[in-house]
């Protein structure tokens, strides 16, 4: 597959499960500003932008500015290429317009149904922006919901699997791994008694299947526990290491070493998923926010590797005003 073919695959995983959730997120936090009154709108709206690395602006926020700032901004805070996970998460527009342009670039390696669910609901967005402000925010979240919802289902009922498609699943689960890690950032120092994790379930699809699991039983530590390290729930962290290193694994055709793995990628998410792994139990809270910034920092580090290993053969060469050549770099991204 063509260096140029894999990386459009990547990135499309990447900001098609950017936006969905954003979207997520944003949808939860509207919400509980519409629904509780004793919760500061200015205060919230600074947490959620300082959890997604968007800049706040000046003055005031409210429901209607975050909404304008995180949904519907255009070209803020522009992110993507090797180092897009340690910047701003950028807005749900900007999202999926990056996605339907990477995947306009790439479209001998997507489907035609894949295709025409990005540029559908891209060339919806403005009349689901219009409609959300006659009906309230959700409007649009939902649409954006759906549709990820969507064309998740397509990539995996109309690609074969192979190269193209672990491309894609790579992309979608690196950034699902830096998504919820910001979400539970968010909530790092909140008492164990707190609704404000109910807000983490929800806004991670995982209040039914917690429940569930736990027969209802709201406590912050099983919270942390269940969306950091369940193994059968696809949106947890552990769940999305894992499957990144499966793609991995399948994308690299060298034959095995017999001492350790030569990739890079490889073990970098190997020391990531082998911590969570062999947590011990009852530990999970313990210096959470220091996990948490860890695995921040390997998906930074993780995605410099794999565009320096898959995407960029050749590192660029930048110059200095004197015309002479400095070290090499990862080349920017999409």
Partial sequence: MLARNAESLYW?????????????????????????????PDRSSRLLLRVLGIDPPAGPLDVWSLTDLVAFGRDRNPVGGATGTSGAVGSIVDSVSRARENARGAREVTSTEMWECLNTTYNGLAERERASRRLGPHEFFSYVETRAAMFAGLADSTLS????????????????????????LSRVGDRNSSPAWVTVLRSAGAQDTYLRTYRGALDAHRVVEFILLDRLFPRSVFHAIRQAELCLDQLDTRPHSRVGTRDEAQRILGRARSELEFLPPGMVMEDLQVRLLALQDTCRELGEVIAQQYFH????????DAGASVSAGVEGGR
């Fill in 313 to 320: 053969s050749a590192p660029w060469v930048a110059w200095t």
């Fill in 161 to 184: 699997r192979d190269d193209g498609y672990r491309f894609l699943l790579l992309g979608r689960s690196v950034e699902r791994v830096d998504m919820i890690v910001r979400l539970l």
């Fill in 12 to 40: 499309i995983g990447r900001y098609v499960e950017r936006a969905d959730d954003t979207a997520r997120i944003l949808d939860v936090a509207v919400h509980q500003l519409f629904e509780d009154s004793t919760v500061d």
